[in-house]
């Protein structure tokens, strides 16, 4: 063999080693910044898991995760793929406009959406009970999630899930109305306005701020509809609130995947009332700063849509010392968050859980707890009936 042809086989040999030595004593991440998510933890050697494989496909998995310049790697490939023009990337669906989320092409039979939407428009009647039988009020939102509200933006030989959406609310609709649950179905509203550019996001799969306060406006304005209350929001016209937008780049989940080298570009906006309203806030207990946006140091640090009430937290109170205000609960996952900042402005106290991450005890207990006058879950097209994590109120999973 040739001197160069040893030399070359050696360093790619030498290469190899020291990645992988490299992979297996460097310091480990848990998560991705850039592709939002958590990262594989080393697989536990069990008899079983060697026997069946998984041991083996688990510490591939991990290897993959961990590799020594994954990350470097991985955004070389996506600069390449942007320069040649794919549609998709990184499970991310590339428009002239918007981001969206790749859908695939398997999802719930019109039998199963049937089944699930019963169940759960059913249990979601037994937590009305428990809330009517102290003088509460209980209403379920959905909220059209960006691929939705952008649905017509996928190229027609792409899965865009609009067939299904329309199915599984149709479905839920008609078993919510049978079994008495207030539903207010955000998709709807924002077809009365026009389905405004504004409402959702174009890099992230969270409505904006202003959708937000679409959503928390249209809920205030049921809950006075069905309830005779009087509650109040601030106005835009009239200046009762003021939309700023951030100098700071945004980077939406979807534009994270890309690392940011998308050429689409989105912005998020903080809100400020006319109206001075003092607050006291607590997460999971703990006093904390009287914040509900969290501002980045400058204009240049960039900012994610953590931006809202600082992120997601498994339970936050709001207390304003209004007692002749109602007190409310809001519930659901990080879809809250943006209403969050806005929906203080109308109650004395205001709870929210985050229901991945709350696990003191269910949904269904809290509300016996605290028994607030006013209870609002919050989910979004995409797990409408799905009563894991978010919505599984008292405990339960569902049925089959």
Not at 299 to 307: F, N
Request: glycine share 6%; hydrophobic share 35%.
């Amino acid at each position: 063999m040739k001197k160069s042809s040893v030399f070359c086989v050696s360093a790619f040999l030498l290469f190899i080693v020291a990645a992988a030595v490299i992979t297996f004593v460097r310091p480990k991440d848990t998560y991705s910044y850039y592709e939002n998510r958590n990262l594989s933890a080393f697989p536990e050697r069990t008899a079983e898991a060697v026997s069946d494989g998984s041991y083996f496909s688990a510490i591939e998995t991990y290897c993959i995760d961990h590799a020594a310049g994954r990350n470097t790697i991985l955004k070389l490939k996506t600069a390449f793929d942007t320069l040649v023009g794919r549609l998709v990337i990184s499970d991310v669906v590339v428009t002239d406009d918007v981001l969206l989320d790749f859908k695939d092409y398997d999802y719930e039979s019109d039998a199963e959406v049937d089944t699930r939407s019963e169940w759960y428009a059913r249990k979601l009647s037994e937590l009305t009970d428990i809330i009517e039988g102290y003088g509460g009020y209980y209403c379920y939102v959905g909220v059209p999630c960006q691929t939705n509200y952008y649905a017509d933006k996928y190229p027609s030989y792409l899965e865009n899930h609009e067939k299904r959406t329309d199915i599984i609310l149709s479905t839920f609709t008609k078993y919510m109305n049978e079994y008495g649950v207030n539903f207010l179905d955000m998709g709807a509203v924002a077809e009365e306005n026009g389905n405004p550019v504004w409402f959702s996001s174009t890099t992230d799969n969270h409505y904006s701020l202003m959708g937000a306060y679409l959503t928390y406006t249209s809920i205030i304005d049921k809950i006075n509809r069905d309830t005779g209350m009087s509650l109040t929001y601030p106005l835009e016209e009239d200046g009762g609130i003021v939309f700023e937008k951030l100098p700071n780049r945004y980077l939406g989940s979807r534009e994270r995947k890309l690392f940011g080298l998308s050429r689409i570009r989105d912005s998020l906006y903080i809100a400020s009332f006319a109206d001075d309203i003092p607050f006291t806030r607590y997460d999971s207990g703990n006093l904390m700063d009287s914040y509900v946006y969290a501002l980045p140091p400058d204009e240049w640090t960039q900012v994610l849509y953590s931006l809202y009430m600082g992120g997601d937290c498994p339970e936050t109170v709001i207390e304003t010392s209004r007692p002749d205000l109602p007190d409310i609960l809001i519930y659901g996952d990080s879809f809250t968050n943006a209403v969050e900042c806005l929906a203080y402005y109308s109650f004395d106290t205001m709870y929210s859980i985050d229901l991945r991450h709350y696990k003191d005890m269910t949904l269904a207990e809290f509300i016996e707890l605290k028994k607030p006058d006013i209870v609002i879950g919050i989910r979004d097209y995409e797990d409408l009936i799905t009563p894991y994590l978010n919505g599984d109120v008292f405990g339960l999973l569902p049925v089959n």
